[in-house]
């Protein structure tokens, strides 16, 4: 038997790593160390339930794990069989314990290819990789491929790039291949910037192996001998396994010289970013590489034919790499045959906000929002009403309830105003105001903006500036349009992606909640009661005991009346500070 | 560490790696395997189980059977532990009683691999929803 921990950074905030130690002890006390292992995993994705414990063969889930509990699972689940049914997974349709993992719907959709070892493997130890089918890939290409033919399987296997603008792989690694130099470069972009997303650390802290190893396989294919990942340095656990990754596959020589006895050479290193969401983009990444500040420039020349050090240079993204190794293993046609017919294989969501099982899932391209949401997700929290999903970050666009039965791939979402970006998906309800959703995302990009181009620079500032407006009833229908304009100038003329799509959350709210927008601007209302400055609070002369602590506590003297009588808010006064609202104990004022 | 060489060295490594890794593979499709479950409640680790789950593990091994052997609770046949359920793909599930060591290693060599019932076949008398 053995137990898998969850040792992705989310569990491992909530003490997983105590949990392993406890686990051992009781396993020790109870002289089970012969029949039962411990095993640290990377992330199962269901973090919303963290930190878990899955036993196996039985595959009985545990959730919410509590280093107390160790010696309960041991003593009664180890020992004597008997499931410990008070940190089963809960159904939330009929509050039944579901033990078994593949019988709860967070995934019963869920195909799994990047995150096929998450959750399986012990992350630091290179053995459990092999035994899974490890390096097998890599050693197919470099002894029995030509590069050529291996770029001309990961082409028909049709993978697109999983950072975001979606350009298909194989064609880039082929352009790449064509151009001649000394030395060539395979860059991993670990800089995962979107708020909310985590699939490339998860990917990275699970199965560094894979990245590893598909890097290698771009390397043969293109012609490089030198890999580099370009890693945010927030994220200290993904750098510490990747490093020892790298450690034990240089140990069996499988990062080297003559990797399985061919002639192909390949080794890798990290370099550390420090978190800047431009450096997403593949010129930028490479200047901060650089060293220079991270700034992106005109392509072309794109990097395949100059990039790091002025080489040719090959970047994808973490997701893509975890794609790579699956696709020679089981072949391209496999590969091909999962998905829609432009977008093949599978995508992983970081799915969070307002929605029951927060987490990391990986579902076929081709799957609704809906069954996104409501089978994966569990619901929305609280049996609220679903309003708006966010989808590819600050880049993306919001997408509405006439959009929950949409096919989900690359292009779908484009057409619908969104766009698939590196996979953030944030659920709002009805309590989340969206002119102040679209303000929170242009708040970050303003925050972001290099600085190098103009429009992006000042555009987004103005176009904040207007919303910050609106937001506080001061807008009028001329701000609206002048919004509209804004933002197409700054979609048109931007230097690079992150310009090019900032105005996407504007436009998007603005196309699907324009009545939103119109309510904020023409009757100074927020229905979501989300912008303080158009709320209108009033004292329910009911319940009011004429305590005076609100027109004691008022600091522009805006409520008046007499002790033990109902008092009054003076509308032309009240600066809408909410101080009155927080202070009555008797739940006398209401928000409007 | 040695050095991995060849595709052939790669193979080798994996084919020692696969055992533990087998465990964690196979509990994904358990309907394809045989599975053999051993009743381990309080009364049949008193009986023994826990060697005969034990006999159970290192005999498929050997075998190379395709077979996932797990624990479950007490199946209600006190009188009769240690027992062991198999269940082979397409049939309906048997349960062996009285299992020792050596009568592991009976159930293995003849129901599992030969289809031979053998004695202390304990009669289905409830259903499982």
Known sequence: ?592 | MTKIKSLDDLRQKKQQLEQSMDIREKSDHPENLVQIKVAMATCGIASGARTVMNALVEKIKKENIPAVVTQTGCMGYCYAEPTVEVTKPGFDPVVFSYVDVKKAEEIVDKYILNNELIDGILPANYQTI
């Open chain 1, 1 to 592: 038997m053995q137990l898998l921990v969850c040792g992705g950074t989310g569990c491992r905030a909530s003490a997983s790593a105590t949990i392993v130690e406890k686990l051992n002890e009781s396993l020790k006390a109870h002289q089970l160390t012969e029949e039962a292992q411990v095993v640290t995993t990377g992330c199962f994705g269901f973090c919303e339930k963290g930190p878990i414990v899955k036993v196996i063969p039985d595959n009985t889930f545990y959730t919410q794990v509590k280093p107390e509990d160790a010696e309960e699972i041991v003593a009664e689940h180890i020992l004597k069989g008997r499931k410990v049914s008070r940190l089963l997974y809960e159904n939330p349709e009929n509050q039944e314990h579901i033990a078994d993992s593949r019988h709860m719907g967070f995934y019963q959709k869920q195909m799994r290819i990047a995150l096929r070892n998450c959750g399986v493997i012990d992350p630091e130890n290179i053995d459990e990789y092999i035994g899974r089918d490890g390096y097998s890939a890599l050693a197919q290409v470099v002894t029995d491929l030509t590069p050529e033919q291996a770029i001309a399987m990961v082409k028909q296997s049709g993978l697109r790039g999983r950072g975001g603008a979606g350009f298909p792989t194989g064609l880039k690694w082929e352009i790449t291949s064509k151009f001649s130099s000394d030395q060539k470069y395979v860059v991993c972009n670990a800089d995962e910037g979107d708020p909310g997303a985590f699939m490339d650390r998860s990917i990275l802290e699970g199965d560094p192996n894979s990245i590893i190893e598909a890097m290698a396989i771009c390397g043969y294919c293109i012609g490089a001998t030198k890999g580099l990942v370009y890693i945010r340095a927030e994220y200290p656990l993904a750098i510490k396994r990747l490093e020892i990754a790298i450690a034990q596959a240089r140990e069996y020589g499988l990062l080297g010289d003559n990797i399985f006895g061919s002639k192909f050479s390949f080794d890798m290193e990290l370099r550390y970013g420090a978190g800047a969401f431009v450096c997403g983009e593949e010129t930028a990444l490479i200047a901060s590489m650089e060293g220079k500040r991270g700034e992106p420039r005109v392509k072309p020349p794109f990097p395949a034919e100059s990039g790091y050090m002025q080489k040719p240079t090959n970047v994808n993204n973490v997701e893509t790499f975890a794609n790579v190794p699956v696709i020679f293993l089981k072949g391209p046609e496999w590969y091909s045959s999962i998905g829609t017919e432009k977008s093949k294989g599978t995508k992983v969501f970081a799915l969070a906000g307002k929605i029951n099982n927060v987490g990391l899932i990986e579902v076929p391209m081709g799957i609704t929002l809906r069954e996104i949401i409501y089978e994966i997700g569990g619901g929305i929290k609280n049996g609220k009403k679903f309003k708006a999903v966010q989808t590819g970050g600050p880049s993306g666009g919001c997408l509405t309830e006439a959009h929950l039965d949409t096919p989900i791939d690359f292009d779908s979402l484009v057409a619908a105003g969104s766009m698939m970006g590196s996979g953030g998906m944030i659920v709002m309800d009805e309590d989340d105001c969206m002119v102040s959703i679209a303000k929170f995302y242009l708040e970050f990009i303003v925050e972001e903006s290099c600085g190098k181009c103009t429009p992006c620079r000042i555009g987004n500032k103005r176009m904040l500036e207007i919303l910050e407006k609106i937001t506080q009833g001061k807008g009028n229908m001329e701000d609206l349009d002048h919004l509209r304009n804004l933002a197409y100038v700054i979609k048109d003329t931007s230097l690079c992606g992150l310009g090019q799509s900032s105005p996407n959350p504007v436009l998007s709210t603005l196309e699907n909640f324009y009545d939103e927008y119109v309510a904020h601007v023409k009757d100074k209302r927020c229905f979501a009661k989300k912008c303080k400055a158009l709320a209108r609070y009033t004292i329910d002369p009911d319940v009011c005991t004429g305590c005076t602590i609100c027109a004691r506590n008022c600091p522009v003297e805006a409520i008046t009346g007499e002790k033990r009588e109902p008092h009054f808010i003076h509308q032309e006064i009240c600066i809408h500070c909410g101080v009155c609202y927080q202070k009555c104990k008797f739940n006398a004022i209401n928000v409007e």
